[in-house]
Structure formats: C-alpha cells, structure tokens
T-cell receptor, first 113, second 112 residues
Framework: DAKTTQPPSMDCAEGRAANLPCNHS???????VYWYRQIHSQGPQYIIH???NNETNEMASLIITEDRKSSTLILPHATLRDTAVYYC??????????????FGKGTKLSVKP | DTAVSQTPKYLVTQMGNDKSIKCEQN?????MYWYKQDSKKFLKIMFS???????INETVPNRFSPKSPDKAHLNLHINSLELGDSAVYFC???????????FGPGTRLTVT
C-alpha cells in the first residue's frame, strides 16, 4: 500500500470549514483515496473515497489533485462532534484481502467552540 | 438498526483462558474483517474473510482463529490468552466489490 503523510494534529473553530490534507505521492493508478475517522472510544467510521474526481457526500467533500499525489478532506461546517482522529488511506477498491486497510497515525482534529 | 454489532463490549479474563468475541453485520456485505487496536491506538488488520478466502496477517499468532458460520457472522476465537492480547478488537464488513468498510463498536479485552 502507498504510504500517506498527514499532520499529527489540527484545530478548527466550530462552524468553520475543516480542511485536512494528505500526501500520497507514491499512489498507484488503481489505488483509491479513502478517509475514515475514529471518534474517541468508538469504532472507525467510513467517510468518503475517490479515485481522481472530486467527491461529495452528506458528511464531507474530497478534493484530489490532478496528479493524485495529494488530497484534502473538507468538513464544510465543523461541529464539536467532528472532533476525532482522521485517517487517510490509499488502497485498491476491492473488499477482499487486497483491500485491507492499513491505518497510519492520522490527524487528530480538535473542533473548538 | 445496528449495522455491525459485537458482543461482548467488555471482556475481562485471566491468562490462559479461551474466549470468543462475536460479530454480526446486517448490511448484506460479503467480506468481514477483524482489527486490533493496541494501547498506543494503532489499528492493525488481523484477518479478512469472505466465502472464498481467509487471509491471515502473518503477525497474528495461531492462537487466534476466525470462525464464520455464515456470511453475516465472523466470530473471533482466542486460545490461551496472554497479557499482550489486551486491546480493543474491532469487527468490520464491506462488499468484495469495493467501497468503505463499516466497523462495529469494538470489544475491549483485558487479560489479567
């Protein structure tokens, strides 16, 4: 799996957009960018994934650069409940063994009032 | 309705015992997983399983064994528990065709 690099921590004011960056300069052509988060004492939660086009769902937007070497997860209006560790993972889009998630250290996002 | 459920939520047991953790998903997924999160909060894959293949992470001791009675269930059996097995264990599921994995709430195992 391609290695990802994320800042260890970020702060965001409540109600503002949270922009979480991720570098994945060695991503392969068939690998997708996935984002998960883990709120304290809960199981990881799937957020969004994409290959090369920007993606949006009810939780977040994913912006992938044209060269696919980096991406940004955007939480448009962060709330206190978005405080969590966010993981950027690149992997093939396959649910079997080839698609095992390799978690790094992630970014600890703190949303402050 | 809970998508991925695990029982028990907490499990405290002594060294040398054998224990099981159950996992059930009602999402209709055909692949299930077990992950271990240690005290430093690192999440590591232990197994992935569908009706065609069981893939075991080579670092997982053979005291750990997954058992799948059907597509909706993947239980984790642990023999001869050791202190180092203390961790939070998460079950997850997904479609083999891809997409996100959906995780259960975790089982906190404490071995004394």
């Amino acid at each position: 799996d391609a290695k990802t690099t994320q800042p260890p921590s970020m702060d965001c004011a409540e109600g503002r957009a949270a922009n979480l960056p991720c570098n994945h300069s060695t991503i392969s052509g068939n690998e997708y960018v996935y984002w998960y988060r883990q709120i304290h004492s809960q199981g990881p939660q799937y957020i969004i994934h994409g290959l090369k086009n920007n993606e949006t769902n009810e939780m977040a937007s994913l912006i992938i650069t044209e060269d696919r070497k980096s991406s940004t997860l955007i939480l448009p209006h962060a709330t206190l409940r978005d405080t969590a560790v966010y993981y950027c993972i690149v992997r093939v889009n396959y649910g079997g063994s080839q698609g095992n998630l390799i978690f790094g250290k992630g970014t600890k996002l703190s949303v402050k009032p | 309705d809970t998508a991925v459920s695990q029982t028990p939520k907490y499990l405290v047991t002594q060294m040398g015992n054998d224990k099981s953790i159950k996992c059930e998903q009602n999402l209709g997924h055909d692949t299930m997983y077990w992950y271990k999160q240690d005290s430093k909060k690192f999440l590591k894959i232990m197994f992935s399983y569908n009706n065609k293949e069981l893939i075991i992470n080579e670092t997982v001791p053979n005291r750990f064994s997954p058992k799948s009675p059907d597509k909706a269930h993947l239980n984790l059996h642990i023999n001869s528990l050791e202190l180092g097995d203390s961790a939070v264990y998460f079950c997850a599921s997904s479609q083999t065709s891809g997409g996100g994995q959906y995780f259960g709430p975790g089982t906190r195992l404490t071995v004394t």
